[in-house]
């Protein structure tokens, strides 16, 4: 079995109002895998599942051979917003999931430094996040997650505000971050191109339902000109493509 | 320079009024010159006449808007923490504050006697609602994504209302709090009209009873220094509760 198994999940809010329907997919540990699609698709919905936060209405998902009834430490998520505590200073927001597992000592402290390095935030530990700008809060969100040291981090769109620019960094540091520790990665986007730089496979999803798996067949680490080499923007127009048919299929149907 | 104005206008507007009494010869009955009023308010306050009054219903507004507000902010959180306890009672809390707390004097006068209980507790009624209100809005709308937080993280309800729900309430508490400072003196002074014998609601009464016209003044000035010292306080208490709040408020980046 696959680390992250997801098998034949259907979930509906309404009886006979699937939101996501008879998916399945499997993630092999370590591999950055990312969902696509149009808003409203069920792309979020599929993740929630997935971090326990919903439970299937049919279907199983299990996470290193256990089954996912509830959210697990083991499990990081991080959210379309930075959703940061305003009282707390940024280092106590991200010793804050040790806080409520009370495992926060002087130890951790520690760990919660090197983290705040590795995001580049270094010098803003005492910081409150209304002193942050956008990008920054979104660092001090991906190392709160890191922070537990979760064999799987889920990611919900968490650039989807930010600028060209800083979303190109966040993305680069995220990428490296992951490839060093080996993390398994879900991650949920509208942006094509961010899929295809960050992943080892992309599913497409449509109306609920998985349509097509690719694999992404570019070596790791990867450096950040090949977003500008001409393969790279072909592989993505061609996934443009594939999406736009699945639109018109919609229409014509 | 804005309070220079202020203070200004302030000395334009008493000159006008000593100015209109000593033209109009109007009876210091129906309007006292200021110059009577601030004379009255110097020796009430010299020879200590108001001092008991002004003590006793800064107590009573003091225990009223403690009693009210804890049990305003107590039962929000348990309304808000229980769904059926709120569909329950709420038919019931909104009743009970839509009767005018005034309204319930006499009632208060016969149970508890003439004096400061009744007083006390008219003020804590009046302040019991906008905390319980303002409690239960502030931890309705914390954002759904904090609420999944909270639960990624695992943690127990206690850790989620001691963690999450009264820390990003707080302002929305502390604003009722100030609403509250303000409804708790209308409380004390109206509550001692009907059932006080010192405070300075009886005061005004027992003036109206001699014709005393500049007293019934000399006491709104000292009612309206109370209001602004409470409203003061309350402020610097918040402040200093939100502080972490508001930490990065000031130097925010755009």
């Known amino acids: 079995m696959h680390f992250v198994s997801i098998k034949d999940v259907t979930f509906s809010y309404k009886i006979d109002q699937p939101v996501i329907k008879n998916i399945s997919w499997d993630i092999p540990k370590g591999e950055f895998h990312s969902l696509i699609g149009r808003s409203g698709c069920g792309k979020t919905t599929l993740l929630k599942v997935v971090a326990g936060l919903l439970t299937p209405t049919i279907g199983k998902v299990s996470i290193s051979n256990t089954y996912v009834s509830q959210p697990s430490l083991q499990t990081g998520f991080v959210f379309q917003s930075p959703t940061l505590l305003e009282w707390l200073s940024v280092l106590d927001n991200i010793l804050l999931p040790l806080t409520i597992s009370r495992e926060s000592n002087s130890e951790q402290i520690e760990l919660g430094l090197e983290i705040l390095a590795a995001v580049g935030l270094k010098d803003f530990s005492h910081h409150y996040p209304t002193e942050l700008s956008g990008g920054q809060q979104s660092r001090v969100a991906i190392a709160r997650a890191l922070i537990t040291e979760p064999v799987l981090l889920l990611m919900d769109e968490p650039f989807a505000a930010l600028d060209a620019m800083t979303r190109e960094e966040l993305q680069i540091d995220l990428m490296n971050l992951c490839y060093r520790k080996g993390t398994t990665v879900l991650f949920i986007t509208h942006d094509i191109s961010e899929a295809v730089y960050l992943s080892d496979n992309i599913a497409l999803m449509h109306n609920g339902i998985i349509r097509k798996n690719i694999s992404i067949e570019i070596a790791k680490p990867r450096e950040n000109k090949i977003r500008y080499q001409s393969d790279f923007n072909l592989l993505c127009s061609s996934i443009h493509q594939i999406m736009q048919t699945f639109h018109s299929q919609d229409e014509i149907g | ?254």
């Not at chain 2, 808000?80 to 009632?107: R, T």
């Not at chain 2, 127990?156 to 009722?176: E, Y």
């Not at chain 2, 220094?225 to 980046?253: C, D, M, P």
């Open chain 2, 1 to 254: 320079m804005n309070r220079i104005y202020s203070l200004i206008l302030l000395l334009f507007l008493l000159t006008l009024w000593e100015i209109f009494c000593w033209i109009s010869f109007t009876s210091s009955l129906v309007l006292p010159a200021p110059s009577a009023v601030a004379l009255v308010l110097w020796d009430g306050l010299t020879d200590g006449y108001l001092w008991i009054h002004i003590w006793i219903t800064s107590v009573e507004m003091t225990l009223g808007l403690l009693i009210g507000c804890s049990f305003g902010v107590l039962s929000g959180l348990c309304l808000s923490e229980n769904k059926f306890l709120k569909s329950l009672l709420w038919p019931y809390i909104l009743a009970s504050q839509v009767i005018p707390k005034l309204a319930l004097g006499p009632i208060f006068i016969i149970w508890f006697g003439f004096g400061m209980t009744s007083t006390v507790i008219i003020t804590a009624l009046i302040c019991f609602f906008p905390l319980l209100e303002n409690t239960l809005t502030g931890i309705h709308y914390i954002p759904r994504e904090k609420r999944e937080l909270f639960r990624m993280l695992g943690a127990t309800r206690l850790q989620t209302l001691i963690k999450l729900k009264i820390p990003h309430g707080l302002p929305t508490i502390l604003a009722g709090v100030r609403v509250a400072v303000v409804l708790a003196l209308v409380g004390a002074v109206v509550g001692e009209f009907l059932s006080g014998q010192v405070g300075l609601g009886a005061t005004i009464i027992a003036a109206q009873g001699m014709m005393d016209s500049a007293l019934m003044f000399a006491i709104f000035i000292i009612i309206t220094f109370i209001g602004l010292a409470f409203y003061q306080i309350t402020s610097i208490l918040e402040r200093w509760l939100l502080r972490r709040h508001n930490a990065g408020v000031f130097n925010a980046k755009p």
